[in-house]
């Protein structure tokens, strides 16, 4: 096995950039390196705790296996070669139920089998599967949970009602056949089991109010305790805490940060804040399997934070941190007795290593390394830092600088993330930006306003700003780089998927000599164009406050104005594009599109368009392919010696619409 690298996580800039440059420059890495699957996922013990069911590739497909904790054996139990398992549930000890992709398209394909193989029925997969009920294929949502009471069904989301939303429904693990287990009234969109697996409150989203509903156990009935309008301040539930009485919610009552507050669900009541930060929002809590409670809250920080609620459980974390130094570790699952704990060990240098955690014997014992084809030595660190955009406001960031190279005038790639909206980007590793890295670029990751995770304000600051002020952040980090003399502003390449590669057309069009090539995967190129999730009043809604209102003529022309598609002509970077035939995101016309006006324009342009792939290149092969074709464009493009596109001095030119 590759030796395992421990870097500190507390190194400062100056610190950062010496620690790069003062090792030798790896070398180049074939492209699956990065991009093959992880060697396991998706890890879950039985609910005896004596083994675990994970996903492992096989023939470039993640598949199902089962791991005996006690005998020392891995048992392959599915061998598809078309598409990957997605999600796995232990339904009992003996019976495992798991979904199966479908080239990127939107529905499921379930089966249940036993941990050995055996007895493996198609639950529900298209009317045409034969041994499939037509109800359940037509009813299905999502699994839910599993029964520990009852060992023939499986708790899922279905539709029997017919109502808005889904029911929660019983699922016989033999056959498919589902059964109404808790009827929806009409507009519940999530529900929320306690502890013991009872449903006990639901959220109904109905015109643009939301609310929270508890559930009576005994008597069924739901009853409102919350409500609030779309996008103003309130509250949602997380989870119920071990005494099933407790409810831990997210609110941004009386504040900018989203933060968690306990609920007594018998009094009815919200309590007192547990934790809030000025900067982050706090979102999500961690349960303890083995001591029946919430333990901490998790806060997605410049790096992972924690805030403990329990002192045994910080204690654990300590004892842990000590042995693996250098990591973030993380403890994920308990086996019910808790004598094992599964750790996941992660950095941004090391796509991370499961561990066992013995708790008799106090020992760590490795399980598996996600990727043992990186060296983690090999990896660049990833820097958090802040840069200040032209308006004063102060935007998160990422810089990436490649191992071995002296930080100046360096290639760079700007990577904005997708979403935009209630998504950022995050410390840790990624392969995509190692990848860049690796190839001697440096990386900077800008979670530009609109992104999610820095408080309501900042997330507002990107409302109906695609092509404007969002731009604007992209672009100015950009010259925060070349005039810190980390970029070279010859070699400056945007590179970005979904709201991402929308961001990489709008730079290439709106900035044109800013860049020197540009990738965009999966962008919506027309904004202008209405499209069928915009069906719903919760959904126009969004879209009018978001994106803005095709209703609206100022609305309409300011989209119009900000579509990339229709500023083809002003592009002087070449661009490689990537689509798939089954998104349902963003429809393959965008691209198509987009191709059409580079053609017409006679601009420099490579495009790649996936017949069996959707939202993401999810098959390996596919991933590897694409990446191979972008280290050549890239090569080609900016990597020569001299280039081969003439950049201009690095001017901005003015937004194309302002409202």
Known sequence: MLKRFRIGLGLGGS?????????????????????????????????????????????????????????????????????????????????IIFTKTSDGEPGATVYALNRDGTERVLLVGGASEAGTEQTANAQFRGLLARLPKDPKNILVLGNLSGAQGPDVCLMNLKTGKLSLAVSNPGWVRRWILDRSQVVRAAVAVQGLTTTVLLRDPVKGTLTPVHSHQEDAPGWRPISFDGDDRTLFVASNLGRDTTAVYRFDTETRTLGGLVYGDPIYDAENVIWDEVIKKVVAVSIN?????????????????QRIDQSLRGTANRLLLASPDGSRRLISATSDRDPGVYYLF?????????????????????????????????????????????????????????????????????????????????????????????????????????????????Q????????????????????????????????????LTFTPELYCAGINTLG????????????????????????????????????????????????????????????????????????????????????????????????????????????????????????????????????????
């Not at 990597?639 to 596109?645: A, N």
């Open 472 to 507: 604007d952040d992209l672009t100015d980090a950009v010259k925060w780089a070349i005039d810190e003399g980390l970029a070279d502003p010859a070699r400056v390449v945007i590179s970005g998927a979904s709201y991402g590669g929308y961001a990489a057309m709008a730079g």
């Open 15 to 95: 610190a950062f950039v010496l620690a790069t440059f003062a090792v030798p420059a790896p070398p180049e890495l074939p492209v699956d390196v990065f991009f093959k699957k992880p060697n396991i996922a998706q890890i879950t013990f039985s609910p005896d705790g004596k083994r675990i069911a994970c996903l492992v590739p096989l023939a470039r497909r993640m598949n199902l296996a089962v791991i005996d904790l006690e005998k020392k054996t891995k048992n392959l139990l599915t061998d598809f070669q078309d598409n990957d398992v997605g999600s796995l549930l232990w339904a009992n000890d003996e019976r």
């Open 358 to 470: 013995d708790a008799t014997t106090k020992k760590i014992e490795e399980l598996a390394v996600l990727k043992p084809g990186i060296d983690p030595d090999q990896m660049a660190p990833m820097q958090p830092m802040t840069i200040k955009a032209r308006d004063g406001l102060v935007l998160h960031a990422y810089l990436t600088l490649p191992v071995g190279r002296e930080p100046k005038k360096l290639p760079l790639i700007i990577h904005p993330h997708g979403g935009p909206y209630g998504v950022r980007d995050s410390w840790g590793f990624n392969s995509e930006v190692q990848f860049y890295a690796n190839r001697g670029f440096a990386v900077l990751q800008v979670n530009f306003r609109g992104s999610g995770g820095y408080g309501d304000r900042f997330e507002r600051a990107g409302w109906k700003k695609w092509g404007l002020e969002m």
């Open 301 to 317: 920080a410049d790096r992972p934070r924690y805030h403990w609620l329990a002192a045994e459980s910080e204690a654990l974390q």
């Open 524 to 659: 919506r190129v027309n904004i202008a164009d209405k499209i069928s999730d915009q069906e719903t009043k919760t959904s126009r809604h969004w879209f009018a406050t978001r994106l803005g209102d095709l209703d609206n003529a100022a609305d309409r022309q300011r989209l119009r104005a900000t579509s990339p598609v229709f500023f083809a002509d002003r592009m002087i970077a070449p661009v490689l594009m990537a689509y798939g035939k089954n998104d349902t995101q963003v429809r393959i016309d965008q691209g198509y599109g987009m191709a059409a006006a580079l053609k017409q324009a006679g601009k420099t342009f490579e495009m790649v368009v996936e017949e069996k792939e959707g939202h993401g290149f999810r098959k390996e092969e596919l991933s590897i392919a694409f990446y191979t074709r972008v280290d050549a464009f890239l090569k080609k493009y900016v990597l020569t010696p001299r280039g081969s596109v003439n950049i201009g001095e690095a001017r901005v030119m003015g937004r194309p619409a302002n409202e």
